[in-house]
């Protein structure tokens, strides 16, 4: 079977990509190994930045979230200090973020995508990939009923993230990625309340970190920072609550909306960045090209800005036979990237001290405290926090 473009991956990258192809007119394929009930339903990002919005409404790909897309201006963090809010939406360049769950954003592409006559195959993971450095690449596909067949476009997009098959096809020493363990492991949970505040709150505790991310008016997504390797199930709903009411310091701060954990699951905190983000004819997007810690919620967002920078290559080199774009498109993303990278890092150990009273853990906490007080007390620090915190 022959294609133009074959996209691995029906995330937020593959499915801005497949969108901003189809109404190029470009043919395109997406692959996707879930079912589609599966990628229609999985909770995981929330927060859009005003340039992803942008982008997306310059598309027409927003109609859903710009209808029920709610905007956040305000964080607060808590902390032996107190709490203070940081009203970022006033500060920086004055923007706000939109709360707009993934699953919800991705329903909508796909329907978008499916509406400009595109074609995804669910249920079917990309098993290899073939000739990627020559003129016609190809992967190789097994279907929901063990059907196997080989797909062949002129260019292929990985957008299946890092454990995908686009990372794998890439042989020794085509790329290098740059990759960093930040030892911080999150307990991801999604409780069936709605939110107990208004901000977004980031807890700072010596039992660790705990956060509050608001999702609807009935689902509240929550962390909890848990020791490496820790099995999500051993997390009771009982226990869980118990833990956020100790590092949400809710007796000095009012009472958290409680209700069943729908979704608990572990996130390691850990970055890659590949470099470039191409070999021959594959192109790689959001997660596959680089991964984020969701310290800073930024991985959706790079998602949507490097599917939309591949989109517009491509459409160059496929329409007006303009290849520019896609020798200039690892340069072009990169810098972003590792602005992204930088402020999400640089997060982790704001909200992250050591756990334990050994010499350097107590330290560490030290500086963390300074870091902390320095953005309550510093209007440029607080300046510069809003202008990354929203910025991508
Ligand atoms: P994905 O969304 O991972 O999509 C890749 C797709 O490829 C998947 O559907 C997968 O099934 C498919 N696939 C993989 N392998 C194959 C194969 N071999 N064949 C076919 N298909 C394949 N980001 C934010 O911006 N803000 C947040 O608040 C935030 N919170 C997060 C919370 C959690 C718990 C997690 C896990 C992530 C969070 N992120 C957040 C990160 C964000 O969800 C990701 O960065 C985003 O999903 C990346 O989009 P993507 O399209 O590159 O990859």
Sequence with gaps: QRTQVVIVGAGPAGLVLGNMLRAAGIDCVIVERQARAYVEQRGRAGFLAPASVRVLEEHGLASGLLAKGQSHGTCAFRGEHGQFELNYGELGQRQVLTVYPQQFLVTDLI??????????????????????????????????????????????????????????????GAATSFRRHHGVTWLALLAQAPPSMEAVTYAVHERGFAGHMARTATVTRFYLQVPRGEDPEAWTDARVWEELRTRMRTEEFGPLREGPILERTTVDLNSAVSVPMRYGRLFLAGDAASLISPSAAKGANLAVMTARTLAAALTDALVGGDER???????????????????????????????????DAVFLRRLQHARLMSLRDMRSHQDHFAENYVGI
Excluded: K
């Excluded at 774009?325 to 993303?333: D, F, I, N, V």
């Excluded at 602005?339 to 999400?344: G, K, L, P």
């Design 111 to 172: 329907a978008e995508f499916l509406g400009r006559g595109g074609d995804i195959r669910f249920g079917t993971t990309v098993t290899g990939m073939h000739g990627i450095d020559g003129d016609s690449p190809s992967v190789d596909c097994l279907g929901p009923d063990e059907d196997t067949y080989r797909l062949t476009g002129e260019y292929v997009a990985g957008c299946d993230g890092q454990r995908g098959a686009a990372l794998r096809a890439l042989p020794a």
């Design 325 to 359: 774009g896609l020798a200039g498109y690892s340069e072009a993303c990169l810098p972003r990237i590792w602005h992204a990278q930088e402020f999400s890092h640089w997060m982790i150990n704001l909200l992250h001290g050591p756990v334990g009273d050994g010499e």
